[in-house]
């Protein structure tokens, strides 16, 4: 009897024993109940709901994957553009009726509406193409000068003057030519009607004392006169 007695006091103090880790176990549906409170959080942790489970009830903490390393960063820091603010950027309408305030400038420039739009809304000023080049000044060549007139031609021999008094004696002419046509082969000379004196065309007097004529030299010896005495004959 006393055997019993102490077998079962055993048997009531390992339960004793036993209860409080029975008593601490939770069950599936707490455990689950507890994974889908922090059900985001434990899914960015990459914690299942049955592994959350399993660790719950054996009453160990979930685990926890380990921390990702940090992403290297860059000694510099990384700048970015920020936007242009969205109360900045005008409507499509506003920037038509900008452009339609100059229409005429604008299309003066080669800037088309839509073109003028697509940048009045992206905040940039519509770019004007580049202005052509102006010409350079055109230089008018001026005329040439005016050749001088040329001088008239003089022939190889050139007519001695007409005698200053008209001849009155036979055989006097008052042109070389008239003579020429009486003389033929024969040689002309001017004869000085006041001296008697006769010159040969090779000569100063030929043609230019004040009173004489044009003479064939056989008419001119007949009618008594003689050559000049510094002259030679032709």
Not at 109 to 121: D, F, L, N, P, S
Request: hydrophobic share 35%; with cysteine; charged share 20%.
């Amino acid at each position: 009897m006393r055997n019993i007695v102490a077998v079962c006091t055993a048997l009531i103090g390992a339960s004793l024993l036993v209860f409080p880790a029975y008593a601490q176990q939770k069950t599936v549906k707490d455990c689950q109940a507890e994974w889908r409170a922090n059900k985001a959080d434990n899914q960015a942790k990459g914690i299942t709901e049955k592994a959350y489970v399993t660790q719950c009830r054996a009453g160990a903490s979930a685990a926890k994957p380990a921390p990702t390393p940090a992403a290297t960063t860059s000694s510099k820091p990384k700048t970015t553009t920020a936007a242009a603010p969205a109360a900045a950027q005008k409507t499509v309408k506003a920037c038509q009726e900008e452009w339609r305030a100059n229409k005429a400038d604008n299309q003066a420039k080669g800037i088309t509406e839509k073109a003028y739009v697509a940048q009045c809304r992206a905040g940039t000023t519509a770019a004007a193409p580049a202005a052509p080049a102006s010409p350079p000044p055109r230089t008018t060549a001026a005329p040439p000068a005016p050749a001088p007139a040329a001088p008239p031609a003089r022939t190889a021999t050139q007519s001695p003057p007409a005698a200053s008094t008209t001849p009155t004696g036979a055989n006097q002419y008052a042109t070389e030519a008239q003579a020429k046509l009486r003389c033929g082969s024969g040689t002309v000379v001017w004869a000085n009607l006041d001296s008697k004196v006769y010159h040969f065309s090779s000569y100063k007097n030929y043609g230019t004392t004040k009173s004489g004529a044009y003479m064939c030299e056989r008419d001119a010896t007949t009618q008594g006169m003689r050559a000049a005495k510094n002259e030679k004959h032709p």
